[in-house]
């Protein structure tokens, strides 16, 4: 599987962040949090990012000011893809749960939302895929949007604050049977009530995907008008030649069996 890997810089920590990486990370050093995804074309549309609150994850070292937040599966990976200086060598520096993290506030590269955007918690993240953190895009992901609904409706159980969860959900694909924003009207349609309903949430995603990839025009941005096939390639450029993201290739089914 070929991701992209989005660096989604640390603007403010939160209270147990802030306590864990106090002494670890130099203060002047960056520290970017980093989904895997495969929609790059939908980044305009971040309005979180999530982390599984009952993960493990770890600070990695790059270099003295820049520092990588993600699964220790996906630092050992990178570690063979060139993303630290030595080769297999991927320096851990902090240890962490999700739920420590959970409020941190990050810079999404190329969101609508220029203040940045919040960790928030979903606990359907799996640590065996990507890098077990996952940007947030509710205008195209049926599981996001079913995520922040659910957020914001138990906002003080879930223990955040509700407007974290209500971002202004911004169209940047247009479809022709799904209308500009395809997730919300999936989970109108399907019935989707919670991020407990796996089995719409699976078929919704696949659907979504589909009409995104062959029907979708991208309506924001610097490659409004153009189809997703195209754009897809072309927003992906734009990020890693601005420093903003990598290519991270997931090794097939050498640890774990991807039958999911
Ligand atoms: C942003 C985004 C926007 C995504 C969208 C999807 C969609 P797949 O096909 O199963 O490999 N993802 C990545 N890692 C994880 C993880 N560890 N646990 C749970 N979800 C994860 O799924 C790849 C997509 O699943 C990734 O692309 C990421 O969400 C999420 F509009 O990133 B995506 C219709 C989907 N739309």
Known sequence: ??????????????????????GKVPENANVYFLPATLRPETMY?????????????GIFKVSETEYLFCSDKAARNMAFQSVFPEWGVFPKVASLQGSDVVGTLV???????KDGVRILPMDSVKDTKGTAVVTCVPSDSPDDFATIRELAKKAEFYGIKKEWAELEIVPI?????????????????????SP??????????EIAYKEGFYQGKLI????SGKPVSEAKLLVKQQLIDSGDAFNYAEPD????SRSG
């Open 253 to 256: 089914g050498v640890v774990m």
């Open 196 to 205: 407990k309903d796996v089995k719409q949430l699976a078929e919704a995603k």
């Open 173 to 193: 694909i247009e479809t022709p049977s799904l209308g500009n924003l395809a997730a919300p009207a999936l989970v109108e349609k399907m019935k989707i009530n």
């Open 107 to 113: 810079n999404a590269p190329l969101s609508v939302h």
């Open 220 to 223: 924001y941005g610097e490659f």
């Open 1 to 22: 599987q070929e991701y992209t890997a989005v660096k989604m810089k640390v603007l403010e920590w939160s209270e147990k962040g802030k306590d864990i990486v106090a």
């Open 45 to 57: 549309g971040q309005t979180c990012c999530f982390v599984g609150p009952k993960l493990d994850y």
